[in-house]
């Protein structure tokens, strides 16, 4: 783990801290092949995958409904109630970002938006090391509310060739029936191009590891994909105010998703600095090999002369998770430019956001916050433009789309206005 003073960086230390992409080069020529291989090969390459990488032997790719039904069936009141929650505010939150239809006049022209949902959807949800029930609420509870017809779910199988009955549970509560037991790259693929068993979406969401990452780049020009959201990372922003044992805690957190995951402080107080290291060096003993791992790895403590220095690398970082653990968070939440999500206060825990603050988990990592969004309504619509220009309006605007046109060297755009102030239509 690194630990030392932002100013003292090494140019090495802050080009791994900064630049967290660069392990994708070194997976991409294996995430192609398998990208082939399911092109190629459809449901064969998908059993085939699945072995090899899960260890399972697939029987059907496609979870029957009866199955689906018996996993909730199978989960305990407290549990189905903690979803339920979870769907609650996740959907209050989305509901409010539902786009309304909008159109002006003004001179003989009316122009104005309309919003579509796609007509499909695939959601990759992680599983193999935990079971998240909680990225199927993210996916596929905004989808429905942008009104997509048909969502489907990919996500790898446990050892009796179906997914976790958690997992599956969430499915059914989030109105979801199309649900295939395949993970990782192979997943992808069958979204994007098909198969005799999956059928191919017009754009897949949805978090993963490093292969499902890439995969989703590399698939970008057969179908449509949300962002790169994975592996997970936080960076805290903390003073003297904030309590060691917390934000080390926190750090542990998000580093047990994965052991490429990346938790990061940056602090300006070099007493909460040590004593966070102190904190860490103790839970890691009993933290999960994933954690230590990701700690030992791409944890990192780094001391700021001021609050200001610390914001200014957060902002150029651009963290999946910025948590905010100061004296004075509202003036640091509005000097934020780069993040996908902010937890505000020692109450607000990333945790709590991973499940059911409402806000949605499945964001931008390794810095593409600095131009994605997390994922939201906006990303299962389309908007479409649309004008309708009168005589007066035409006539208003002629003079200056036939001059651009002919200065492109785009004479029959020209003409194609010309023709019509000859023949002098009316509404």
Request: hydrophobic share 40%; with cysteine; net charge negative.
């Amino acid at each position: 783990m690194l630990f030392t003073e932002l100013k003292n960086l090494s140019r090495e230390q802050r080009e791994k801290l900064l630049n967290r992409r660069r392990s994708y080069e070194e997976a991409e020529a294996g995430v192609r092949q398998i990208l082939e291989r399911v092109r190629r090969h459809g449901d064969r390459a998908l059993v085939e995958l699945t072995r090899e990488f899960d260890g399972v032997e697939l029987e059907s790719i496609s979870v029957p409904e009866e199955v689906l039904e018996e996993a909730q069936s199978r989960l305990s009141r407290e549990v189905l109630e903690a979803l339920e929650t979870a769907r609650s505010c996740i959907a209050d939150f989305h509901r409010r970002q539902l786009p309304k239809d909008w159109s002006y006049t003004r001179e003989g022209a009316t122009l104005g938006m309309l919003h579509r949902p796609l007509e499909s959807v695939g959601c990759y949800v992680p599983g193999g090391r935990a079971s998240y029930p909680s990225t199927v609420l993210m996916c596929a509870v905004p989808a429905r509310l942008a009104g997509v017809e048909r969502v489907a779910v990919c996500t790898p199988p446990g050892k009796n060739g179906y997914p976790e009955p958690l997992t599956l549970a969430a499915c059914r509560l989030a109105g979801v029936r199309e649900v295939y037991s395949i993970g990782g790259a192979q997943a992808v693929a069958a979204l994007a191009y098909g198969t005799e068993s999956v059928r191919r979406v017009e754009k897949i969401v949805g978090p993963g590891n490093v292969y499902v990452t890439i995969a989703k780049r590399l698939v970008s020009g057969e179908v449509a994909t949300d962002m790169p959201a994975g592996p997970s990372e936080v960076l805290i922003l903390a003073d003297a105010s904030a309590e060691a044992e917390i934000v080390a805690l926190d750090m542990l957190a998000q580093a047990e998703h994965d052991p490429m995951a990346v938790s990061v402080l940056v602090t300006t107080s070099r007493e909460l600095a040590e004593k966070v290291v102190e904190e860490l060096e103790s839970a890691r003993r009993s933290a999960p090999e994933a954690a230590r791992e990701a700690i030992e790895a791409g944890g990192a403590v780094l001391i700021a002369e001021s609050m200001e220095e610390a914001v200014r690398f957060a902002n150029e970082f651009a963290p999946e998770h910025l948590q905010v653990l100061t004296e004075e968070e509202e003036q640091v939440l509005q000097r934020v430019k780069n993040a996908g999500s902010v937890f505000l206060g020692r109450c607000s825990p990333v945790a709590c956001g991973d499940y059911a603050s409402g806000t949605n988990h499945v964001l931008p990592t390794s810095g593409y916050a600095r131009a994605y969004s997390g994922l939201s309504v906006y990303d299962f619509m389309k908007r479409i433009t649309y004008q309708k220009l009168s005589m007066e309006g035409l006539e208003r605007i002629a003079k200056a789309a036939i001059t651009l046109a002919r200065a492109e060297g785009l004479e029959m755009h020209a003409r194609s206005i010309e023709a019509r102030l000859e023949r002098r239509y009316h509404d």
